[in-house]
């Protein structure tokens, strides 16, 4: 006899991708950022490291929620750090979602939302996509309208496309909130800051954000939301005493003082993702259109599944993902590679391994 919850028993859990330990990998599986984070994120470690590591670290992380704040234009009160941003979905889901009440999600994308929905034991509305990673809808769903939380990652995950503010606006739930999950906001075309909170959808809204991506912290889990102060401050009463670490804090305020060091790295990965969605075009793999620092491609003469095993044999990992129910009928099913954007040198690895592969 089991003592877990049968919900537990249930779910088989959030899946990561893989983290090889040894050394000799080129791995653009799981969309951290190929360049190390700001010099002066090394020098505020250090710092707190020689400080009062014996004392508990600053509850409400004041330090960083005034520099965020300042960055997106809002007042301090209007941020929560978190110990990444999935934490503060879990805050989400705790705070706003019963068990027995509803959250929607587009699918497929970050399948996280579905897997805190099961251990909350919510029901789950997945909006399906059409091929092109759009809705076939122009008002908003009703399974939208009936859900307390509506998880959108945007750009989205594995797809990388971006939706724009009139979508957003059919994916608000009429009696809830839209969590407006922007981990990869700052590699699209035009980075929201907050200006969607200002805006009528934006009272009931949470932006998600996270240091793993752009700002190259995936090794320290640090996130923060951003939201109207009466939510984060219902927020807060959910969250971990002392959620964020002193050595976290220090590495994460560092970070985001330091924009030049981020933009520039951020350059970098969208010059080299032109360049990788351009080679793979000449493949003959069909690439969607992105705006994160990953593209998601498929082709049509070669199965993803067995190139990704090839890859793999050549110390390359890229994500393969294959998205059960994605049609009316059961047995259909979305397949296809998910690559994160290296350094040059990494793509140019690439590449001559999918030529050898594929042509």
């Known amino acids: 006899m089991s003592l877990f919850r049968p919900v537990i028993d249930a779910m088989q859990g959030y899946i990561p991708g893989e983290q090889p330990t040894e050394a000799g990998w080129v791995k653009l599986n799981t969309n951290e950022n190929p ?3 700001s010099p002066e994120v090394k020098k505020a470690i250090v710092a707190a490291s020689d400080g009062r590591l014996n004392i508990y670290p600053d509850p409400l992380v004041k330090a960083f929620r005034e520099s965020a704040a300042e960055l997106f234009g809002v007042d301090a009160d209007w941020v929560l750090p978190a110990n990444g941003s999935d ?4 805050i989400l889901m705790r705070s706003f979602v019963d068990a027995g009440e509803q959250i929607a999600y587009p699918y497929p994308s970050y399948v996280l939302y579905e897997t805190l929905a099961e251990i909350q034991g919510a029901k789950v509305a ?10 076939d809808w122009k008002t908003t769903d009703p399974r939208v309208a009936a859900s307390k939380l509506a998880f959108v990652p945007n750009p989205n995950s594995p797809s990388g496309n971006r939706w724009g503010d009139e979508e957003l606006q059919w994916l608000t739930p009429e009696k809830g909130l839209l ?7 700052d590699f699209a075309d035009k980075p929201h800051k907050a200006e969607l909170l200002q805006s009528e959808i934006g009272k009931r809204m949470v932006i998600t954000r996270t240091l793993s991506k752009s700002y190259s ?3 320290i889990r640090f996130g923060f939301a951003i939201a109207h102060p009466d939510i984060i401050a219902g927020m807060r009463k959910v969250k971990d005493s002392y959620n964020c670490d002193s050595i976290a804090i220090a590495a994460a305020t560092a970070a985001i003082q330091d924009q030049t060091w981020m933009l520039t790295n951020r350059e970098k990965i969208v010059t080299t993702r032109t360049c990788l969605t351009e080679a793979l075009s000449e493949m003959g793999f069909v690439v969607t259109p992105t705006q994160a ?11 993803e599944g067995k190139i990704y095993e090839e890859l793999k044999s050549r110390k390359i990992l890229v994500r393969y993902m294959k998205f059960p129910y994605c049609g009316p009928e059961e047995n259909e099913h979305r ?3 998910r690559i994160s954007i290296g350094t040059e040198g990494e793509i140019d690895m690439l590449l001559k391994s999918l030529k050898e592969l594929v042509e």
């Open 35 to 37: 360049y190390s984070p």
């Open 87 to 90: 934490e503060n979905l879990t």
């Open 126 to 135: 997945r909006l399906p996509l059409t091929p092109d990673w759009h809705f």
């Open 179 to 185: 969590v407006l999950d922007e981990a990869y906001g």
């Open 217 to 219: 912290l995936a090794g």
């Open 293 to 303: 620092n990953f593209v998601w491609c498929t082709h049509p003469d070669h199965a």
């Open 335 to 337: 397949e296809g590679l």
